[in-house]
Structures are given as C-alpha cells and as structure tokens.
T-cell receptor, first 112, second 114 residues
Framework: GQQLNQSPQSMFIQEGEDVSMNCTSS?????WLWYKQDPGEGPVLLIA?????ELTSNGRLTAQFGITRKDSFLNISASIPSDVGIYFC????????????FGTGTSLTVIP | ETGVTQSPTHLIKTRGQQVTLRCSSQ?????VSWYQQALGQGPQFIFQ???????GRGNFPPRFSGLQFPNYSSELNVNALELDDSALYLC?????????????FGPGTRLTVT
C-alpha cells in the first residue's frame, strides 16, 4: 500500500523546546489527519485538516494543510514529557474516498 | 460515551489457522475501518464497512474478510494465517464514510503467528 513520507523519523529534544515535523505525498490530498500513538495502544486523533492553507490548533499543537495539497506540518510548542510517542500523519487522496493512507511516523523523545 | 473497543487484546495462532477479531464502534458511529500495523510501520488500510456493506478495500488478499452487524460492530476474519500476518490489528470507527468523517481508533489486537 501507499505510504506518505514523514520526517524526521525520530527526534530527541529537551523539555520546553518546540518541535516541527512534516508529511509529504506525491499526490494531492483532500484531507490530512494527525495522530499520536503510545506503545501498545491505538492512535489518538490530534488534529483534522480539510482545506489547503488551513491552520488549526489544539492546545500546544498546531497543524497546517500545505498550499500545494501535497504536504502537511505539525508543530508542538513547549514540549513536555507526556508528548513522548509516535506521531503519524494520515491523508485521503481525492479519488480514494474513504481510504486513509498513513505516514511512516515520527518518534518523539522528550528529555526532562 | 463509549469509545472503540476491540477483543481480544492479544492472540497467538499457528500458521495455517484462522482467526476472528472483533470491534465495537464508538456510540453513534456507523462506519468501521480495519487496519494492519506491522512493527515500526504506520497502519495499512485493509477495508471499511458502512451500513453492513464493504465500502472500500486496500491491497490485501481475499483471505482477509469482514462483517458488520446491525449494531455496527464488526469482525475481521483472516484465513490460512501466514507468519507475515503477525501485527497489531486496529479498528477505527467514524460517524460516516467520506472525507469529513474523522476516524477514531480502538486499542488494537496484537496477533502473533508462529
């Protein structure tokens, strides 16, 4: 199946620092979702984006739907230890209706 | 409001056997999607059920099949298990099918095939 390119693959940061990660596709998407997954658990939805250029926040998290519709970005401000986990982007192509494709994940470690 | 639940939590099967995994959707949700997540990878879409009918399928062979019941709960069946089927199987429910319907995941079933 198709997967999105997500970077960086892993990040090690100090508590309090800001974090940026992104997701790119070779095709145009009409929806982007960002999820966080803790070990042994299912992904938890963080933010949903539906329109090119859209910028949406959820607490310390901010995500953007890229203007080209082929990318999306997630920023976390003032990181805290509970931000640790794997972050996935997921998107829908224009033509695939209900099928979501997931990125390869960004593993975030926050050092207290 | 009850979230998405899945059973069992863990399962060990032998190659060639068959397995059934179960999912109860979040209250009010009529659509269930199933995903396979191999270790270190993102989830891969298997198929979706909407109003008891299969409504889209990913690149998985026919030995992966499913059902959705009138109460919107769902089953994933895998026949002739192979070693590569070892993975976390995730179920996600949504209010409907389509781009505006966000998917909410259950905790998953960890399947090990030996």
């Amino acid at each position: 199946g198709q997967q999105l390119n997500q970077s960086p693959q892993s990040m090690f940061i100090q508590e309090g620092e800001d974090v940026s990660m992104n997701c790119t596709s070779s095709s145009i998407f009409n929806t982007w979702l960002w999820y966080k997954q803790d070990p042994g658990e299912g992904p938890v939805l963080l933010i949903a984006l539906y329109k090119a250029g859209e910028l949406t926040s959820n607490g310390r998290l901010t995500a953007q739907f890229g203007i080209t519709r082929k990318d999306s970005f997630l920023n976390i401000s003032a990181s805290i230890p509970s931000d640790v986990g794997i972050y996935f982007c997921a998107g829908q192509f224009v033509d695939t209706g209900n099928q979501f494709y997931f990125g390869t994940g960004t593993s975030l470690t926050v050092i207290p | 409001e009850t979230g998405v639940t899945q059973s069992p939590t863990h399962l060990i099967k032998t190659r060639g056997q068959q397995v059934t995994l179960r999912c109860s959707s979040q209250s009010g949700h009529n659509t269930v999607s199933w995903y396979q997540q191999a270790l270190g990878q993102g989830p891969q879409f298997i198929f979706q059920y909407y109003r008891e009918e299969e409504n889209g399928r990913g690149n998985f062979p026919p030995r992966f099949s499913g059902l959705q019941f009138p109460n919107y709960s769902s089953e994933l069946n895998v026949n002739a298990l192979e070693l590569d089927d070892s993975a976390l199987y995730l179920c996600a429910s949504s209010l409907g099918s389509g781009r505006r319907y966000e998917q909410y995941f259950g905790p998953g079933t960890r399947l090990t095939v030996t």
